[in-house]
């Protein structure tokens, strides 16, 4: 018995086998390509390198609405937080950047705010000792803002100046 398509369901069928063709083929050869050394002998590839020292990344994430309906934290109120709070702790150099957040409160309700990301790099040899200077910031963020929290991401990387 013969099977019949429909023109729309030969072309999906041509398009899905030739696809599954593609990825057959050429994903076998660009992993090679990706593993093969192609310089003289003993020379190092820069996926061999190890470039740079540990160092620890920490995220803070900083919301500018008041739950409690008070108004926003204003960008001179949070640069005056970093001057008066974060650069003391880690004067060596830290990023901030303006962003846009939304997160689901401790009322189920979802709450869109304009946002701030403050980035930390410090030495990984140092996280302990910095741990508890990130933790104040934090909790001062929050009472001094009446937030609910200040959300921490932390990363282990190799970072060259």
């Known amino acids: 018995m013969a099977l019949t398509l429909s023109p729309v369901s030969r072309t999906r069928l041509a398009v899905a086998v030739a696809a599954t063709a593609v990825l057959a083929v050429g ?3 660009a ?3 990706l593993d093969t050394d192609t310089r003289a002998p003993g020379k190092t590839t820069t996926s ?16 500018t609405e008041r739950p409690d309906g008070g108004p926003d934290v204003t960008d001179k109120q949070f640069m005056k937080f970093i001057d008066d709070e974060v650069t003391p702790s880690f004067p060596d150099g830290l990023t ?10 401790s009322n189920g309700k979802i709450e869109r705010e304009r946002s701030y990301e403050l980035i930390l ?4 040899s140092q996280a302990h000792q910095r741990d508890a200077l990130v933790e104040e910031i934090r909790e001062d963020y929050v009472k001094e803002y009446a937030q609910d929290s200040v959300a921490r ?4 990387l190799r ?3």
């Open 27 to 29: 994903a076998p050869a």
């Open 31 to 33: 992993y090679a390509s």
């Open 48 to 63: 061999q390198v190890s470039r740079g020292e540990a160092y620890t990344e920490t995220r803070l994430l900083f919301g």
């Open 96 to 105: 901030v950047q303006d962003g846009r957040g939304q997160w689901r409160d």
């Open 121 to 124: 790099l410090y030495p990984t």
């Open 153 to 156: 991401l932390d990363d282990r």
């Open 159 to 161: 970072v060259d100046f």
